[in-house]
């Protein structure tokens, strides 16, 4: 099993920008298919970005371009960095993680969640 927790999240304007972390402990040894997903209040969860074992990084349309996934093997930590920052990226931001690192582009059922940070854009 592995744990995630986040960090990093916090309020800022519009066109603003934030970096989460998720730090993984447990058994990090297994390679894992890792990503983030996000919940505004009253909606439903949606998928944001997601890397694989090899590095190949995958995107929401809605983020593309504006936010990048990246990993620090040495660090057993994920990042998302944010920029550009819109009201509609307002939600509570999740970090998963998945042993079943196949078509980890297409992967939306994830084992393993964080507790979440809260992401506030203000206009």
């Known amino acids: 099993q592995v744990q995630l927790v986040e960090s990093g999240g916090g309020s800022v304007q519009a066109g603003g920008s934030l970096r989460l972390s998720c730090a993984a402990t447990g058994n990090t040894y297994s390679p894992y298919c890792m990503g983030w997903f996000r919940q505004a ?3 439903q969860r949606e998928w944001v970005s ?3 074992t090899a590095r190949y990084t995958y995107y929401a349309d809605s983020v593309k371009g504006r936010f990048i996934i990246s990993k620090d093997n040495a660090k057993n930590t994920l990042y998302l960095q944010m920029n550009s ?4 990226d307002t939600a509570m931001y999740s970090c998963v993680a998945d042993s079943r690192t196949w078509a980890c582009g297409n992967r939306r059922s994830f084992d393993y969640w964080g507790q979440g940070t809260q ?3 203000s206009s």
């Open 41 to 43: 209040t009253g909606k």
């Open 85 to 88: 920052l819109k009201p509609e």
């Open 50 to 52: 997601s890397i694989s």
């Open 119 to 121: 992401v506030t854009v």
